[in-house]
C-alpha cells in the first residue's frame, strides 16, 4: 500500500515565525489533504489538494503530485496554530491513508 | 452545530461491557467512516459505509461492529470492551468520490 512520511515529527516555533512541513507519498494518488488536531482532539480539513497550490490566510500549500510530495506553510505563527497536522493521501474516501503527523507547538 | 456530531464525547467503561458510540451528520453525504487514532499514532479506519445497505470492514474491524440506521447516522459498537480499545475515536463522512473527509470532534473511551 501506499507509505506516507511527514517531517518533521515535532516542531516547536516562537509566535510569529514560519514554517514549512512536508509531507512525502510513495505512489501516485488522486487525493491529498490536510488536516489540523487541535490540542482538544478536533480534526480541521485544512485542504484538498491533490495538485498545485492553494492558500488559505496564513496557512497554504503545495502538491507536486509527479515528484510525491507536498508542503503545508505556515507564516507568522500563532499560538492557535499548535496542534497535529496530519498529511492524507490516496485515491480518496475509505482508501485514505494518514502519515504519522507533524506536531507543532507555538510558544507565545 | 456541528456538521458531524458524536455522542458520547467522552466515557470510561469496565472490562468487558458493551459500549455504543453514535454519529450523525447533516451533511447530507452517503459515506460514513469510523476511525481510531491512539496516542502518538495517525489514524487507523475501523469501519465504512457507503449507504445504508453497504457496510465494510477495515483495517482493524476485530472487536468492533457497526450499524447504519439511517443515511445521517452510524454507530460502531464495542461488544466487549478490552483496555486497549482505549482510543480516541472519530466519525466522519465524505461525498462519493471521497476528496475531502469531515470530522467529529471525537469520542475518548477509556476502558479500565
Redesign the interface.
Known sequence: GIQ?EQSPPDLILQEGANSTLRCNFSDSVN?L?W?HQNPW?????LF?I?SGTKQNGRLSATTVATERYSLLYISSSQTTDSGVY?C?VG??????I????TRLFVKA | DADVTQTPRNRITKTGKRIMLECSQTKGHDRMYWYRQDPGLGLRLIYYSFDVKDINKGEISDGYSVSRQAQAKFSLSLESAIPNQTALYFCATSDYRGNTIYFGEGSWLTVV
Open positions: 506516507v487525493n489533504q488536516f482532539g478536533q480534526l480541521i480539513n484538498y491533490p496530519f492524507a485515491p480518496g474516501g475509505f482508501k485514505t494518514f502519515g504519522a503527523g
